[in-house]
């Protein structure tokens, strides 16, 4: 069980949602040891030292003590907490090369985007950002709420990095921030567009703008364009928002992973030794007519 407090080194304790979960739920008692991230890319092996755990219950009466003192002028609670004494620091290495960023505008139907939100973080994004663009569904978003959703799949994926998770921002304004990598834009408009496994420069930081349902309108893809943006394509099938951000994120991870140097070579051997060249072709002049997208190289 992982548990996730991201000050664990200036204040070596749960916060409180996590003691309630280690000392009602799992009975753990002083002296238990246990697993805890700072979301920042460190994992420690801690143990419990003591505890000042008052249950629901307490915390109720708690809080009761907590506002007669605010109304007195003095603060008499005493906080829920379970105290660890830290045994080991563990960092953990990066997982994948450079930074993957989804901007996507979320789907009227949030229950979407906190599927999207959780898919990604357990599959591996750096983060987040909601834009607000002509055909937006929704103007606002539960920020905490998708947090928390996000904060549970990087615990039951065991990962020790929490992706950012940036507020609504209007599409404008988005695309003048700084970005430090490859930019991209996926629409629907039957124009000239590349695949996104081809455009995408191995192992470089990306930026991926995902529209609405009713996708951008044409001239948030022209000022898009004339931001630095590529425009892209996810495949032939027509993707809802949400299943075209994971697509998107899941394509840099396989063009990173699968198509590095060593995986090309064992490719290319293993297609070259198969016995079915097509008609009229030898395996060599086979392969070398196909387009090799940049990350062959």
Same mark, same amino acid.
């Given at each position: ?109 949030? #229950?979407?985007? *906190?599927?999207?939100? /959780?898919? +990604?973080? &357990?599959? =591996?994004?750096?983060?987040? !950002?909601?834009?607000?663009? %002509? ?79 009713? #996708?951008?309108? *044409?001239?948030?893809? /022209?000022? +898009?364009? &004339?931001? =630095?943006?590529?425009?892209? !394509?996810?495949?032939?099938? %027509? ?59």
């Amino acid at each position: 069980m992982l548990f996730y407090a991201p000050d664990i080194v200036s204040n070596p304790q749960l916060p409180e949602a996590e003691a309630h979960h280690c000392l009602k739920v799992l009975r753990m008692q002083p002296g238990d040891t246990l697993q805890i991230t700072d979301g920042k890319g460190n994992f420690y092996r801690a143990e419990i030292a003591g505890t000042d755990y008052q249950g629901i219950a307490g915390q109720a009466r708690n809080d009761k003590i907590q506002r007669a003192g605010n109304d007195k002028g003095r603060n008499n609670s005493v906080s829920n907490c379970c105290r660890v004494n830290i045994l080991e620091t563990i960092p953990q290495p990066l997982l994948w090369k450079g930074r993957i960023e989804i901007a996507m505008a979320p789907t009227k139907n949030s #229950d979407r985007v *906190e599927w999207f939100a /959780e898919k +990604a973080t &357990e599959t =591996g994004v750096d983060k987040i !950002s909601f834009l607000r663009c %002509r055909f937006s569904e929704r103007k606002e978003m539960p920020i905490e709420r998708i947090l928390k959703i996000m904060i549970s799949a990087m615990k039951q994926s065991e990962k020790a990095r929490l992706p950012d998770l940036q507020t609504m921002t209007d599409f404008k304004k988005f695309i003048r921030q700084d970005f430090n990598g490859q930019k991209f834009i996926a629409h629907c408009y039957p124009v000239e567009k590349i695949p996104l496994a081809q455009a995408y420069g191995r192992n470089g930081n990306a930026l991926i703008l995902i529209g609405p349902e009713g #996708d951008f309108s *044409e001239e948030e893809v /022209e000022l +898009a364009k &004339e931001s =630095g943006f590529v425009p892209v !394509s996810l495949g032939e099938s %027509r993707l809802r928002t949400e299943t075209a951000a994971l697509a998107a994120c899941q394509t840099i991870h396989i063009v990173n992973q699968i198509f590095d140097k060593y995986h090309f070579d064992s490719f290319k051997s293993a297609y070259l030794a198969s016995p079915f060249p097509p008609a009229g072709q030898t395996h060599d002049d086979s392969f070398a007519c196909r387009r090799q997208p940049p990350f062959f190289k």
